[in-house]
C-alpha cells in the first residue's frame, strides 16, 4: 500500500477534499499500470474483449492489486473479482458490505475510461482510507464485473446478469463470437469451468450497497462545470438483431430488376431509425453488420444488423422499435427480402433509489451541490438495483465522446472522483 504524506490526518477523519496530492499519489501509478493493456496501435483505442488475452492479462493485474493490500481475492461461479477487506476480527462470510468498483473490459476501439475508471478509483479510495488510519466495521469490496460490454458476445452486463438471475447460463453458454467461438468454449480456454455460471444466491446478503464511479457518457458535466454528478438513471434500452435475407449475384452481370438485395432493405432502415428516434427524442444506432459474401464484385445474399435503441421511458423505446421494425419490413418487401427480428436484450428503466444517493451526497455536502444526472448508458449498477441497493457517481468528460479512442477525463477530474469515493467509502463504514 502506498504511503500518503508525512503527517496523516488524525484517525477517523473522513475528509480528503484539501489533500489531492495524495490522491494522485495513488491513483496515477494503478492508471499507467494498465494503459497499455490491449491497446491498438493503429487506432490507439482498447480492444479488451471478454475472456481474450487482455481481459486475462488485465484480470491479473486486479489480483496483483488485490495482493498488494492483503485483500482477500475471489472469483465468483460467473468469472466477477471480488477484493475483500474485512474488519479486523471479522468472523465468517462477508455480510452488508460496501461494493465498489465496476468492469475492465472495453467496446471495439473503445476509451481508457469506461470501466477501468471505476476500478482504479476504488483500489484508490482504500488506499486514502488506509493512509488515514480508518478501519471498516462493516466489509469493503473492490469489484470487477466480466463482459460489461457485451462487445464479444453480443450481450451486456452478462457477469451481472447472472448474478442477478436475469440472464439464464444456459442461454449464456450459448452466445456466440463473431468467429463462432461459444461463451462455453471461451471460458473452458481460460481455465474456468461453464457449469457454474448461475444466479448468485449469496448476492443480496453480501451486498448492503454497490456503488460504482464512472466517466460520464455525454457532456452534461462540462456544461455546467462539475466534476462530478450522482445518477438519477438509467434509460431503458436494449439490442435487437436485423436480419435481412435476399439472393447473391454478380454485381455486373445481374439487371437491377432482377436483384434481391438485402442492404437496400438495410439501408434505408438505418435512415428510418434515424428519423424515428428524432421524432421520438430518442436514440437508435445501427453499430454493427455482418454481409454475406462480403465480395466487391456480388451482390450480398445477407445483411445481418444490430440495432442500439434507447428512450427516456419504456413506452418511447417499445414505440420506436416497433416503427423502425414495421419501416424495415415495408423496405424488405420492396425487394422481396426475408426479414426477421430477434430481441437480444432489452434493459427495463433504472430509477435509482434516493437512499443510497442521499447518503452520498451528504457525505459529499462540503463540496457544495452535485448535480443529479440521469444516462442513457447501461452499467453493472442497473443490473444489480432490483437486486440490492445502488448508486452511481460520474466523472466529468470535457468532450462528451465515449466508446472512442478519444474518450477522456482530466487527471484533476480522477483525482477527484477517487477522492470522493474515498470519503464516501468512509463515511460509509467508519
Not at 165 to 191: F, H, K, S, W
Request: charge should be negative; glycine fraction near 10%.
Amino acid at each position: 500500500m502506498s504511503v500518503l504524506g508525512d503527517q496523516p490526518p488524525a484517525v477517523g477523519s473522513a475528509r480528503f477534499t484539501d489533500d489531492s496530492d495524495s490522491a494522485a499519489a495513488v491513483f496515477d501509478p494503478l492508471w499507467a499500470e494498465i494503459l497499455d493493456v490491449g491497446r491498438d496501435g493503429g487506432s490507439g483505442g482498447y480492444r479488451r474483449y471478454a475472456w481474450s488475452d487482455a481481459d486475462l492479462t488485465l484480470r491479473e493485474w486486479f489480483r496483483g492489486c488485490a495482493a498488494a493490500r492483503s485483500m482477500d481475492l475471489e472469483q465468483d461461479r460467473n468469472g466477477n473479482l471480488w477484493a475483500w477487506w474485512l474488519p479486523r476480527d471479522w468472523l465468517g462470510d462477508p455480510k452488508g458490505a460496501f461494493v465498489t468498483g465496476s468492469h475492465l473490459d472495453s467496446v471495439p476501439d473503445g476509451g481508457a475510461f469506461d470501466g477501468p475508471l471505476g476500478i482504479v478509483s476504488a483500489f484508490a479510495a482504500v488506499d486514502l482510507l488506509r493512509a488515514r488510519g480508518i478501519e471498516p466495521t462493516i466489509p469493503i469490496a473492490v469489484v470487477a464485473f466480466s463482459d460489461e460490454e457485451g462487445a464479444r458476445f453480443g450481450v451486456a452486463c452478462i457477469g451481472s446478469q447472472l448474478s442477478t438471475g436475469v440472464l439464464a447460463p444456459e442461454r449464456a453458454l450459448g452466445l456466440r463470437d463473431i468467429d463462432g467461438i461459444t461463451l462455453a468454449e471461451a471460458l473452458i480456454r481460460a481455465g474456468r469451468r461453464p457449469e457454474e455460471l448461475g444466479a448468485d444466491t449469496t448476492l443480496t446478503e453480501r451486498v448492503g450497497v454497490f456503488v460504482e464511479l464512472h466517466i460520464e457518457q455525454g457532456r452534461a458535466l462540462d456544461l455546467v462545470d462539475s466534476a462530478l454528478a450522482l445518477a438519477s438513471s438509467i434509460w431503458p434500452h436494449g439490442r435487437w438483431e436485423f436480419d435481412f435475407t435476399g439472393e447473391a449475384n454478380h454485381a455486373g452481370a445481374t439487371r437491377l430488376v432482377d436483384r434481391h438485395d438485402p442492404m437496400l432493405a438495410f439501408a434505408s432502415t438505418v435512415h428510418t431509425a434515424r428519423a424515428e428516434a428524432a421524432a421520438l427524442s430518442a436514440v437508435a444506432t445501427f453499430g454493427k453488420v455482418l454481409v454475406s459474401p462480403n465480395g466487391t464484385n456480388a451482390i450480398p445474399s445477407r445483411v445481418r444488423a444490430w440495432l442500439d435503441a434507447r428512450a427516456a421511458d419504456q413506452p418511447t423505446l417499445e414505440t420506436l422499435v416497433a416503427h423502425i421494425t414495421a419501416a424495415a419490413r415495408g423496405h424488405a418487401a420492396v425487394d422481396d427480402i426475408d426479414l426477421t427480428v430477434v430481441a437480444e436484450s432489452i434493459t427495463p428503466i433504472v430509477d435509482f433509489p434516493d437512499g443510497p444517493r442521499n447518503r452520498l451526497a451528504a457525505a459529499l455536502s462540503h463540496l457544495g451541490e452535485i448535480p443529479v444526472i440521469p444516462t442513457a448508458a447501461g452499467h453493472d449498477a442497473g443490473i444489480l438495483s432490483d437486486s440490492v441497493p445502488t448508486a452511481m457517481l460520474f466523472v466529468r468528460n470535457p468532450t462528451g465522446v465515449s466508446h472512442s479512442p478519444a474518450e477522456h477525463a482530466n487527471p484533476v477530474d480522477c483525482h477527484a472522483g477517487a477522492t470522493a469515493l474515498a470519503e464516501v467509502m468512509a463515511a460509509w463504514v467508519a
